[in-house]
């Protein structure tokens, strides 16, 4: 009897301490999903603003623009920074999964582009 009641309580503790882990285990696996999606969608948003100030750059009345070109480096340092943050580890899965979706669609639209053409 006397041994039953150490036993009984360091299993009380090991079962809250275990509950404890499991939940905030979960809530930082759900904080590193948030980020690395948000880390992509950052990239992505990223990209489209370089390939605006591209095209600005590109305009007659700002071409050669000093300020203008290291805008442009700036931002292609930036989102090469950020792919290889995404490279690292951070959505490597979500992207395969995102690619893999992308090639079936296109591989249905082409399917579906030559039914038409036949």
């Known amino acids: 009897m006397s041994i039953e009641i150490p036993l009984i309580i360091a299993l009380l503790i090991s079962l809250g301490a275990n509950l404890l882990g499991f939940f905030y285990l979960r809530d930082l696996l759900g904080r590193f999903l ?10 992505d948003l990223l990209q489209g603003y370089q390939k605006h100030l591209k095209n600005i750059y590109e305009l007659e009345q700002f071409y050669g623009d ?19 943050y995404i490279e690292a580890g951070l959505d490597i ?3 395969e ?5 992308s ?10 582009e030559e039914k038409k053409e036949e």
């Open 34 to 43: 948030w980020l690395s999606q948000n880390l992509a969608n950052l990239g």
């Open 103 to 112: 090639e079936l669609s296109n591989e249905d639209n082409n399917n579906d």
């Open 66 to 84: 000093q300020q203008i070109k290291a805008l442009v480096e700036h931002s292609a340092d930036l989102v090469e920074v950020l792919q290889e």
């Open 93 to 95: 899965e979500l992207l």
């Open 97 to 101: 999964d995102e690619e893999e979706v």
